[in-house]
């Protein structure tokens, strides 16, 4: 069920203008909202925050599932938390008419937050995560938002790293990207530097998405002259690239180009916008390509660079395809 909450809280940020997202997603996302809403379902939108008590244990009887106050007290404490609580409710629903997992989740952590206000779990955690998150992303007054949701982070894990996981997990978009949009200023204080230096060194074991961490941390350390660190996190960031490979080429170019290294992050700059997967990984990434040119004196070759970078991705893109299709068709001939 963790999934398929993330994908909700993913869903109803946009519909509440909290992220942003391409055009065509988010003009989906708002006609299903429409959807739900016309059919009956304003929780699939909403959840169940402006709905009493009452109300949502009806919802809860239509598909299956007769329970009270007295009655989810009474098991509540046995539970991790509400997801299981809502596991708990499955047997009862098998087939009946309008039932969704999303449903009983999101009745479940309703309920839990009102009648188990002094009982934590995994989901309160990811709440106030959340609301931190996005209040750091929606902030203009520069990172401090978001190093509180760091050290938020590191307090709420309390240096596990399965409840980090977990918590994370929870979040319509991993941690990374908030964290990572609050590193794009140029230039940040003193103070505020070595602070997120400090904290992103503390939060480094229980990162969901640690290469994108350090290759940000080498960023910072190279924008305020702590080259030997830059270059350790660097180094260790392109190691492990994983699967968001163009975040961390983007970070790693614009660090080298701090430390002067312009042959280096060049190549960085058009390998990630070779593999970006979205359109904010490649205007990153084209602005990258930009800035290095303008270092290198030769501002008016980046549109070129640029050009030639795409042309790459496509043609990448376009032999996948062709291999996929060789592939599916020596599948067809065994099956024949």
Same mark, same amino acid.
């Given at each position: 069920?963790?999934?398929?909450?993330?994908?909700? &809280?993913?869903?109803?940020?946009?519909?509440?203008?909290?992220?942003?997202?391409?055009?065509?997603?988010?003009?989906?996302?708002?006609?299903?909202?429409?959807?739900? &809403?016309?059919?009956?379902?304003?929780?699939?939108?909403?959840?169940?925050?402006?709905?009493?008590?009452?109300?949502?244990?009806?919802?809860?009887?239509?598909?299956?599932?007769? =329970?009270?106050?007295?009655?989810?007290?009474?098991?509540?404490?046995?539970?991790?938390?509400?997801?299981?609580?809502?596991?708990?409710?499955?047997?009862?629903?098998?087939?009946?008419?309008?039932? =969704?997992?999303?449903?009983?989740?999101?009745?479940? &952590?309703?309920?839990?937050? &009102?009648?188990?206000?002094?009982?934590?779990?995994?989901?309160?955690?990811?709440?106030?995560m959340e609301d931190l998150m996005l209040k750091a992303r929606q902030s203009e007054t520069g990172p401090d938002d978001a190093l509180i949701a760091m050290e938020k982070f590191i307090e709420l894990s309390e240096g596990d790293s399965m409840v980090a996981d977990a918590i994370s997990e929870e979040l319509p978009i991993r941690i990374w990207p908030w964290i990572l949009d609050q590193y794009r200023a140029e230039s940040l204080g003193e103070r505020s530097i070595e602070d997120w230096m400090k904290a992103g060194e503390e939060i480094l074991p229980l990162f969901p998405s640690g290469a994108i961490l350090l290759a940000t941390m080498g960023r910072m350390g190279a924008a305020c002259g702590a080259d030997e660190v830059a270059r350790k996190h660097l180094e260790t960031s392109l190691e492990s690239g994983g699967a968001h490979a163009s975040f961390v080429l983007t970070e790693v170019a614009l660090a080298y180009a701090s430390l002067g290294e312009d042959a280096l992050a060049f190549a960085m700059g058009e390998r990630a916008l070779v593999c970006a997967e979205d359109s904010q990984d490649e205007k990153d990434a084209a602005v990258t390509i930009e800035k290095v040119c303008e270092r290198l004196g030769c501002p008016e070759s980046a549109e070129s660079h640029i050009h030639q970078a795409k042309k790459n991705r496509m043609e990448q893109t376009m032999a996948k395809r062709r291999d996929r299709r060789r592939k599916d068709k020596k599948g067809k001939g065994r099956r024949r």
């Open positions: 069920m963790g999934f398929m909450i993330a994908e909700w &809280r993913f869903k109803r940020a946009i519909y509440r203008g909290k992220l942003t997202a391409h055009p065509e997603l988010e003009h989906e996302i708002r006609e299903e909202a429409s959807q739900h &809403r016309a059919g009956g379902r304003g929780w699939y939108v909403e959840g169940f925050d402006g709905v009493g008590d009452d109300e949502i244990l009806k919802q809860l009887q239509d598909v299956g599932v007769a =329970t009270s106050k007295e009655e989810f007290q009474e098991m509540a404490p046995d539970m991790p938390g509400p997801t299981e609580v809502a596991m708990g409710w499955l047997s009862s629903v098998q087939g009946a008419e309008g039932y =969704t997992p999303v449903l009983l989740e999101l009745a479940a &952590r309703a309920l839990w937050k &009102r009648w188990m206000t002094d009982v934590p779990s995994i989901e309160d955690a990811g709440d106030l």
